[in-house]
């Protein structure tokens, strides 16, 4: 049973979120089912028209992936045709999940690929469903026809409260907040963890080293899985595949990750079978080979009947 409850604040249009996933990804391989993880969407922008009135553009925008990336996620900075919105995507997320058990972080990071490592828009419905539909077990064309809904949208307004209720915590206190549209509000990734009424918050962007030592400090006994001996041993844990950084920080626990030699170990097994290669942005999504079994299905809201 999860000991911990985990709350994930973030948006699949955060280039912050999208660069700490190393960090949650050994997160997740180290504790596994012990920690219980809920994914809140902050919402960053309704429409572009938010972006482009705090100076953004597309130009600025393809730019600002450059300094991102240093910390190893895959980037394709390339001018868009328009600033986006992540409104859309949000909610598509929230729609999605309530189709099928188990798939947020496949979800999510189907949207980040769309955002980061391709040219098209984080708002054009198209855009989206064409993302969503990499995700097994979701129904894409159901998810983008229920953004509007009145359920998702109630929803999302709950996720971005959540979000907007970091005045006086420890994230404002460290500076890892942000006020862009009138209230305090959390960063991407914040990670809220919580235990028997205790509650200890990681605000904004951290190395995993932070994560580790609050999970110490909330509960001790916790068991932590030491990186495999076998690599291919981590793409069942992860049906979404992992890029090389995520795994070069897995290999490295909390210490410098070598991408260089995750990569060659990597190469190996794609020589022998047992991982596939999908060059996305500057990197590649590694996966295993083999069909995946779905999740539990919902069915029910926002998927269509069979």
Not at 26 to 46: F, K, N, S, T
Not at 53 to 59: E, Q, W
Request: charge should be negative; include cysteine; aromatic fraction near 8%.
């Amino acid at each position: 049973m999860p000991r911990i409850a985990v709350t994930h604040f973030t948006d699949p249009g955060c280039p912050f979120a999208w660069s700490a996933s190393p960090a949650l990804a050994a997160l997740r391989w180290r504790y596994g089912d012990q920690l219980d993880w809920r994914h809140v969407m902050i919402g960053l922008a309704e429409d572009g028209a938010q972006y482009e009135a705090r100076g953004y553009t597309p130009l600025w925008m393809a730019r600002s992936q450059l300094r991102f990336r240093r910390y190893g996620m895959p980037f394709s900075p390339q001018p868009k045709s328009r600033v986006a919105g992540t409104s859309r995507a949000c909610r598509a997320l929230i729609a999605a999940g309530w189709q099928v058990d188990g798939r947020e972080w496949e979800t999510l990071r189907a949207l980040q690929l769309l955002q980061f490592t391709s040219d098209r828009l984080l708002d054009d419905d198209a855009a989206i469903a064409a993302a969503l539909a990499t995700v097994p077990g979701v129904d894409a064309a159901a998810a983008v026809a229920a953004i509007d809904h009145p359920e998702v949208l109630a929803e999302y307004e709950r996720h971005r409260a959540a979000a907007r209720s970091a005045g006086g915590s420890p994230a404002e206190a460290q500076g890892k907040t942000a006020d862009t549209d009138g209230t305090i509000r959390f960063t991407a990734p914040t990670l809220v963890f919580e235990r028997d009424g205790r509650e200890l918050v990681a605000g904004g962007f951290q190395p995993l080293a932070a994560y580790d030592v609050l999970l110490a400090n909330l509960d001790p006994s916790l068991e932590r899985r030491e990186a495999p001996e076998d690599l291919a041993e981590l793409f069942a844990a992860f049906p979404e595949g992992l890029v090389t950084a995520e795994v070069a920080q897995i290999l490295a626990g909390n210490g410098d990750p070598d991408p260089e030699a995750a990569e060659a170990a990597l190469l190996e097994l794609v020589a022998d079978g047992r991982v596939t290669r999908r060059g996305v942005g500057d990197d590649a999504v590694w996966a295993a080979p083999a069909e995946r079994p779905l999740h539990s299905a919902r069915g029910g809201r926002f998927a269509r009947a069979a």
